[in-house]
């Protein structure tokens, strides 16, 4: 007589969404710099039915919460983690603008490392990260 296989994280992850009948997740990556354009896309995403997650926090503005350089430092490792969680929790990741930097392709490419799907609001863009 087989044993029935444990789940794995993720599909425990998953069934438990699917019992609270929770609406699909939306990771929304990108540069700082169109953190204007990721709450344009967080209110079509929120509009069309989706809960979504972004980025909270742009360093690259001025802020008393980092505005030490080496508190900054760490904090950016902080948050780096902190978006690598809302990936594994989304069902879907959007790449909002028309520029990949590092920190963004390394987003995409760990999103495809868990299959997630990856939709991009400037299709030359998604051309260029195939």
């Known amino acids: ?10 599909e425990k992850l998953a069934d438990a969404k699917k019992q609270l009948s929770l609406p699909p997740i939306v990771a929304i990556c990108g540069s700082t710099r169109f953190m204007a354009e990721m709450t344009e ?3 079509r995403e929120t509009k069309a039915g989706n809960i979504v997650v972004k980025p909270g926090c742009d360093l690259k503005s001025p802020h008393e919460l980092w505005s030490d350089p080496v508190e900054a430092e760490e904090l950016k490792v902080r948050l780096d983690d902190l978006h ?18 590092d920190s963004t392709r390394a987003e995409i490419a760990y999103a495809r490392s868990l299959d997630k799907p990856v939709r991009f609001t400037h299709p030359e863009v998604e051309t260029a990260e195939r």
Do not use: N, W
């Open 41 to 43: 896309a967080d209110l």
């Open 1 to 10: 007589m087989s044993h029935p296989q444990p789940l794995t994280p993720e």
């Open 84 to 101: 690598r969680a809302k990936i594994r929790l989304a069902d879907e990741v959007l790449v909002v603008g028309d520029y990949i930097g």
